[in-house]
C-alpha cells in the first residue's frame, strides 16, 4: 500500500483518489476546502499559494500528483497555480524531510505552439508563446529539476461528467463550424486522465513525459457534426455564416489557433496504458446516455 497525495485535489484528483483508495492505497486530497471530498480521500486543508499552510503535509509520502487548476484565465492566476503552487509544494517536500519515489504534474498540450495541423509528441519543441503555456512549463520544469523522480502528463482537452460546454453549445444552437483548413482538436475522457495518471504511479520505470490525448485527433467541425447527430438537432451553421457577438469573435478564432494540432499518445500507448474511451464517440456517447440526451 502506497501513501499518496493529490495536491489540487478537483474532479481529475477526485477521480484518481477514489480509484487508488479501491486499489488499496492511502490517499490524501489537498485543497482550500476540501470538505467535498469523496469519502475515500482524507482532507487536507491547505493553499497551494501559501507556504505556510503547507507545513502539515502527512509523513513518509511514496506519491505525490500535482494537480492544481488555475482559478481564472490570467497570468497573475496562472502564475499562482502553475509556476508557484509547485515551488511551494517542492519546498515544503523538503522542510518535510520527504523522500517519494516519484511526482506527477498534471501538464497540458497547450504548451505546444505549434498551430497548423502538425503532428505533436514528447519530442516536438513546446514553446507556446502564450503566459498559460510558458507557467505550465515552468511548473513542468519545477518538477523536473527537483531532487525525485518526476513525470509530466500533458492532457489535451479534458471532457466528461460536468464538463459538457461542447455538448451544451451544440444543444443550444451556439456552436459554429470553423471554415478552412481543419482544425484539428484533441481529448481526453476525465476518466481515462484518471486512469492514465494510476497507471503511470504504478508503472516500474516511467519516462520523464507522456502525452495522453486519446487516440483520435479529430478535426472540430466533424466533431460538432456528430454531436449534432446524437442529439437531433441542425448541424452547427459554418462560422462565417453565424455572426458573433462583439469580442467573441476573436476569442473563438484564438481557442481555435490554439487547438489546431495534431497530438500523438503512442509513449503513453507503449507503456501498457489502454484508454476506456479511445476516441471522442465512446467518449461523448457514454456522457449523452447518462445525461439522457440520447
Not at 509520502?61 to 517542492?90: H, K, T
Not at 523538503?94 to 511526482?103: A, H, I, K
Amino acid at each position: 500500500m502506497a501513501r499518496i497525495l493529490i495536491a489540487g485535489c478537483g474532479d481529475v484528483g477526485a477521480a484518481l483518489g477514489q480509484n487508488l483508495r479501491a486499489a488499496g492505497h492511502e490517499v490524501w486530497g489537498l485543497k482550500r476546502r476540501p470538505a467535498d471530498l469523496p469519502a475515500a480521500i482524507q482532507p487536507l486543508a491547505a493553499d497551494l499559494t501559501d507556504p505556510g499552510s503547507l507545513s502539515r503535509l502527512p509523513p513518509e509520502l511514496d506519491y505525490i500528483v500535482y494537480s492544481a487548476a488555475a482559478a481564472g484565465f490570467s497570468e497573475a492566476q496562472y502564475r499562482a497555480a502553475y509556476s508557484d503552487g509547485p515551488r511551494n509544494l517542492l519546498a515544503a517536500l523538503r522542510e518535510t524531510g520527504q523522500q517519494p519515489q516519484r511526482l506527477l504534474f498534471a501538464s497540458s498540450t497547450s504548451v505546444y505552439g505549434q498551430q497548423q495541423g502538425e503532428w505533436v509528441d514528447e519530442a516536438s519543441p513546446a514553446v507556446a508563446d502564450g503566459f498559460s503555456g510558458r507557467c505550465i512549463r515552468a511548473g513542468e520544469q519545477a518538477l523536473w529539476d527537483s531532487p525525485w523522480p518526476s513525470v509530466a502528463v500533458r492532457f489535451g482537452g479534458i471532457y466528461g461528467p460536468g464538463r459538457t460546454r461542447l455538448i451544451d453549445s451544440v444543444r443550444e444552437g451556439t456552436a459554429t463550424r470553423p471554415t478552412g483548413a481543419p482544425v484539428y482538436t484533441n481529448r481526453i475522457h476525465r476518466d481515462d486522465c484518471a486512469r492514465a495518471l494510476q497507471h503511470l504511479i504504478e508503472l516500474p520505470d516511467a519516462e520523464p513525459l507522456y502525452v495522453a490525448v486519446d487516440d483520435d485527433p479529430a478535426p472540430l467541425d466533424e466533431v460538432l457534426s456528430w454531436l449534432a447527430r446524437q442529439l437531433g438537432v441542425p448541424e452547427p451553421p459554418l462560422a462565417s455564416q453565424s455572426p458573433l457577438k462583439p469580442g467573441a469573435g476573436e476569442r473563438d478564432s484564438a481557442m481555435r489557433l490554439r487547438a489546431s494540432k495534431r497530438c500523438r499518445n503512442a509513449r503513453l500507448r507503449a507503456s501498457g496504458f489502454e484508454f476506456r474511451y479511445p476516441s471522442y464517440r465512446e467518449g461523448y456517447a457514454a456522457l449523452l446516455t447518462a445525461t439522457g440526451s440520447r
